[in-house]
């Protein structure tokens, strides 16, 4: 028999820059998803309790985009990596919202490879995952939410360069809740609205270079209005991550719910990724009482929203908790 676990994970600060080379500040979350089954068979198997219809993968599958049913692809992006020798059977169950934002598919990938016995750093584990996303949706995403899931650290977020792949645990001060609340609104053309995002942010570098390395004075230098609002979140947003994670270390609460408040605009204003929902969703937790901060959290286009509040400030929602990252075990 094997178990796997993997977290989900939510945000903090830092939406968009990953697949830039920019900074964000995940944390594993202790909602995620578990795989047990035993190895066997020239097949992956995967039944799972929220799904109607069973993932059955061939080992030597080459198009994961073109399983059916649709969770299956990921899955199979995972088989199509891992190439493992022999078959897997087994269910999945998680205590994810499916599609709402906390990377409910990053830790479908992470649990199948470990339950497919990958080994190796977290680093390689994630990479793996983000691989096998990309082939299963054909979204060009980053690397946040599989590293967030591989790499957790109990009572900690997670620091992450997207460049260099350093990675420095940022420890959540006692006195703070983190409260993730969903929308309702299930997200839309992500797929499609995430990689004309990336498209347009990269034409920004190619007249001003790496937009990590950029500041906004370089933005006078994009004539674009589009690219020159994509870039402006970008390059703030880098500059909002490192101040957050300073004032989480100095246990300043006010002043990270006011990068959140501050993020939030850019996603919204800049990047274009905001909905009305989300908006109204954001202001109301905002004007509640004890709550020091609240922004849209991941890709955006409905999903969830994360907010920084004082413990016990929010009733709704699910307060979450800095985990550990994914682990397996035989036996
Ligand atoms: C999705 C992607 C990540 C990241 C976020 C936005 O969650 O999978 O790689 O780009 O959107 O920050």
């Not at 676990?5 to 995620?32: F, K």
């Not at 599958?61 to 022999?86: L, N, Q």
């Not at 919202?97 to 990958?118: D, N, Q, R, T």
């Not at 937790?285 to 901060?293: C, E, N, Q």
């Amino acid at each position: 028999m094997i178990w796997a676990h993997a977290p989900g994970r939510v945000n903090l600060i830092g939406d968009h820059t990953d697949y830039l080379g920019g900074l964000v500040l995940p944390m594993a979350i202790d909602l995620g998803t578990t795989i047990e089954g035993e190895v066997g068979g020239d097949e992956v198997v995967l039944r799972s309790a929220d799904e109607d219809e069973t993932a059955v993968v061939p080992l030597d599958i080459d198009d994961p985009a073109s399983v059916e049913p649709g969770w299956a692809r990921y899955v199979a992006g995972v088989v199509a990596e891992v190439r493992p020798s022999t078959g897997f059977t087994g269910t999945v169950t998680t205590t994810l919202p499916i599609g709402g934002g906390l990377s409910s598919s990053g830790a479908l990938e992470v649990a199948v490879a470990l339950a497919l016995g990958f080994e190796g750093t977290p680093l390689e584990l994630a990479q793996l995952g983000q691989r096998a996303e990309q082939r299963a949706s054909g979204v060009p995403s980053g690397i946040m939410d599989q590293l967030a899931s591989a790499a957790g650290v109990e009572g900690h977020a997670l620091l992450i360069d997207c460049r260099s792949l350093d990675l420095r645990p940022v420890a959540v001060p006692e006195g703070v809740a983190i409260v993730v609340v969903d929308s309702g609104e299930a997200r839309t053309l992500v797929g499609s609205a995430y990689a004309e995002r990336r498209a347009q942010a990269e034409m920004a570098e190619a007249v001003i270079g790496p937009l990590r390395d950029a500041n906004t004075l370089d933005l006078q230098r994009l004539e674009d209005p589009v690219a020159k609002a994509r870039a402006r979140h970008v390059i703030s947003e880098n500059a909002r991550v490192w101040t957050f994670a300073e004032a989480l270390e100095e246990g300043w609460p006010v002043e990270a719910g006011a990068l959140m408040a501050a993020s939030h605009a850019s996603l919204r204003d800049d990047y274009e990724v905001s909905t009305p929902t989300l908006d109204a969703l954001v202001e109301r937790l905002t004007a509640t009482p004890g709550v020091y901060g609240a922004r849209l959290t991941g890709a955006g286009f409905g999903g969830c929203v994360v907010a920084l509040t004082e413990p016990g400030a929010l009733t709704e929602g699910w307060t979450v908790r800095p985990t550990a990252g994914a682990r397996a075990t035989t036996g």
